[in-house]
């Protein structure tokens, strides 16, 4: 039990110091409002597309390969993201709200979670299919983000020409796709190119939740109460015990249901922020959902690896 809790303070500790930082620093220095704008702009356009290339091109597609855990994944967000376009109208009348709202229950902060709580839980050797999921799922997720912000740009009505464009456009989608081309291909990055793409890689989740930090009001949090309550209920419970528990009814243990447990029971993702303000969401919403879920996922991810290794689930 205890091991549990210190793989989920020691995995999300570091994300809320950074965030704080962010907070400090702009009070500090009185940093204006447009700096963190450009500053999620620089992470949007420059460093999570590096970030995500690297991340693919690195995951090694032949090794721990289950094809059963891929395609679980895939109906399962699929199905979340369908059924959520559906419902979460009927609750938010704000249009801006109601894509951020779904993006921060569906998308999860896989690519900053996945290997590494499957590395604290189990080893280095056990991380074949989390490195698949992440090269598979993390492009489709990017793709449906962008389909989100368009639909709801214009108040549920889709135009396709436009949201195909925003597709194609889109940095964090070119950048997955060109990764997992890359690796199909097997055309190889020098290495010298590869340092270069890692280092602008390692920058944006510092950079990105320093930026939330300065942009984030705790007053705020009143003002979105509702739109809170049922994202973070969403994302941090509701989504991972109903996704967890038609998993273990289908037979997922070991290996394969942690991965699952972490694509599903992580925080919203950091990307989902710096998407909402480029992309014309409402940013102070989520950077609300990016820092609250990310806080709260301390408990929640304990919760589910104590009660999954409770159950005899994850060593077998």
Known sequence: MFDSLILAVQVVFPLCIL????????????????????????????????????????????????????????????????????AIPKIESDSRKCSVMIQGIYRSNYVLYGIPVTAAIFDEHHLGMASVLAAIIIPMINILAVLLFELFRDNGKMNWGHAAKGVLKNPLVIASVLGLIFVFLRIPVPELAMESVSTLGSIATPLALIALGADFHFSSVKTYRKQLWITVTGKLVAVPVIMLTIAILLGFQGVNLVVLMVLFASPTAVASYTMACSMGGDGELAGQILVLTTLFSIVTIFAFTFLLNSMGLIFV
Do not use: E, H
Request: charge should be positive; charged fraction near 15%.
């Open 19 to 86: 965030l704080i930082v962010g907070y400090v620093l702009k009070r500090w220095l009185k940093l204006a409002d447009v700096t963190t704008k450009q500053l999620n702009q620089m992470v949007f356009k420059l460093f999570l597309p590096a970030l995500l290339f690297k991340n693919i091109y690195t995951s090694d597609l032949s090794s721990d390969f289950d094809i059963r855990v891929v395609v679980f994944a895939i109906c399962a967000i699929l199905l979340m993201y369908t059924g959520l376009c559906f």
